[in-house]
């Protein structure tokens, strides 16, 4: 069966400097790829290359395969196997953008705009892609939206301001604003990074429901190979711009074969972790 999304050697450059270096992984319908690698090691300029959003200064190789469905119900335009979202003109990709893929972005504060409603602000991303939607029609689904992950008193709440939200409140909202289109895919890129090990659980069983009621796939990003352990199906690990494996979720955290993701699991402090010793380093192995 052909992936949803596949990526064939990525390559992301910014000026001397090699983000991500000959990145290929594919992530199938309904399945949830985590992502994992210390910071730096290319995982976000990943992502973001996906949805086109890295900007002029990168320069960016390869090919993204996109096999997801146009908004009639039907197959996209073949191109090799898929889509390639690296030819796509802006117009098109904005399309796309929120439409069929999603993203939650790393900070939940800076990510929303601070001046705006959280309402409008999740009514927007539906209008974006129905123009003919009125305010109330965007309204409503909005607040369905809000209700669907959870926000408490959504309609009262319509009106408040990001600063009137906690932290796991204010990533509820960042997801309603993802899934209101209902996307076939999410890329959620470390999101409960800033959240607290109790509202970190409840975002990740939020994450985990919805995607089974929605059909999602999912390419979860993290530095923190627990967290990835309890969402994801299959687990790709990354080191300084490039794949050094990929397999299972439970063969991967149990049985690694590479030296650096064995150090990462290493570097995880557990019950039975010597307190009287320092935490375990991230290995230098290649």
């Not at 504060?109 to 974006?128: C, D, F, H």
């Amino acid at each position: 069966m052909a992936a949803l999304l596949e990526i064939r050697n990525l390559q992301v450059r910014f000026g001397a400097t090699e983000a991500v270096r000959g990145v290929s992984l594919k992530v199938d319908e309904g399945e949830t790829l985590g992502l994992v690698g210390e910071s730096g090691s290319g995982k976000s300029a990943t992502a973001l290359a996906i949805l086109g959003l890295l900007g002029p200064a990168a320069q960016v190789a390869g090919q993204i395969l996109w096999r997801g469905k146009n908004a009639a119900g039907n197959l996209n335009p073949i191109y090799d196997g898929g889509i390639d979202l690296l030819q796509l003109r802006e117009s098109a990709l904005r399309r796309l953008r929120g439409q069929q893929i999603a993203m939650i972005f790393q900070e939940p504060m800076t990510a929303l705009n601070p001046v705006m409603t959280i309402g409008r602000q999740v009514a927007e991303s539906a209008e974006a892609h129905s123009a003919s939607w009125t305010g109330r029609e965007a309204k409503r689904k909005a607040i369905a939206a809000l209700e669907a992950v959870a926000l408490p008193e959504a309609a009262r709440r319509y009106g408040d301001y990001p600063h009137q939200f906690s932290g796991g409140q204010r990533q509820r909202i960042l997801i309603a604003m993802a899934l209101i289109n209902r996307p076939r895919l999410l890329i959620a890129d470390e999101p409960t990074t800033a959240l607290d090990v109790t509202v970190q659980a409840q975002v990740l069983e939020l994450l985990k429901d919805l995607k089974q009621q929605y059909g999602l796939a999912m390419l979860f990003i993290s530095h923190d190979l627990a967290v990835v352990g309890q969402v994801a199906s299959r687990i790709a690990v990354m080191r300084a711009g490039q794949v050094v494996e990929t397999g299972p979720c439970t063969r991967l955290l149990t049985a690694p074969e590479h030296a650096y993701t064995k150090s990462l699991l290493a570097a995880v402090p557990t019950l039975r972790t010597d307190r009287n010793r320092p935490l375990a380093m991230v290995g230098a192995a290649n």
